[in-house]
C-alpha cells in the first residue's frame, strides 16, 4: 500500500476541480446512470481527489481534466487510470468500455489521506470471473468488472518506469 497525506489546501482546491467536472457535465447534459440515488458530484470529487493524490506521489503537475472524459488517454500522466472508494472492503470497477493497456489503481479516501490498496491491468481486469450484472438491491446499477481487493497486485509491484 502506498498514503499520501493531501494538505488542507490540495483538498480544497481538487474538491472544486471535482465540482467543476459534475458541472461540466450537467452543461453537457449527461444523465446519472439509471437507478443510482446520488447525484454524482461525491464521485468526481474522489476522483479528483485520488487522481491528484497519485500525482502527488510521482511529484507530478496535476490538473485535473474538467471538459471531457479522460477514459482513453489516462487519469494520471498519461499512463495510469485511478478509481476510488470511501469504504474499505469497496471494489475496484472497470466498465466494459474502458481501455485494457492502462494499469488501475484502487485508491481509498479517508482524508486527508488517499491509500493506494493495489492495482490490475485492465485486461486482467476484463475476466468473466470478475463480471456483475445490474443488481439494485446491492447497489449495483450498471454491469461492470468488479475487481475484489484480494485480486490485485501491491503496490510494490506497479513499475512506475515502465507500467
Known amino acids: ?31 446519472v446512470e439509471p437507478g443510482r440515488m446520488d447525484l454524482g458530484f461525491d464521485r468526481d470529487v474522489a476522483g479528483c481527489l ?8 510521482l511529484n507530478i503537475f496535476y490538473c485535473p481534466l474538467i471538459e471531457g472524459l479522460d477514459t482513453k488517454v489516462g ?4 499512463r495510469y487510470q485511478i478509481k476510488s472508494i ?11 468500455q474502458d ?20 492495482w490490475i491491468m485492465g485486461h486482467d481486469a476484463k475476466q468473466p470471473d470478475h ?7 446491492r447497489k449495483i446499477h450498471q454491469a461492470a468488472y468488479f475487481v475484489r481487493q484480494k485480486f490485485l497486485r501491491p503496490m510494490e509491484e506497479l513499475d512506475l518506469e515502465k507500467d
Not at 50 to 57: G, L, N, P, R, T
Not at 100 to 117: G, K, M, N, S, W
Request: glycine residues 6%; without cysteine; proline residues 6%.
Open 50 to 57: 485520488s487522481e491528484a493524490a497519485w500525482a502527488k506521489h
Open 99 to 118: 481501455p485494457e493497456h492502462f494499469p488501475y489503481l484502487l485508491a481509498l479516501i479517508a482524508l486527508p489521506q488517499v491509500t493506494f490498496l493495489g
Open 86 to 96: 470511501t469504504f474499505s472492503h469497496g471494489a475496484l470497477i472497470v466498465r466494459k
Open 1 to 31: 500500500m502506498i498514503t499520501v497525506k493531501l494538505t488542507p489546501s490540495e483538498i480544497e482546491t481538487f474538491s472544486h476541480g471535482g465540482f467543476s467536472r459534475k458541472l461540466a457535465a450537467v452543461r453537457r447534459n449527461w444523465k
Open 131 to 137: 463480471w456483475e450484472e445490474i443488481d439494485p438491491a
Open 75 to 78: 487519469d494520471v500522466a498519461g
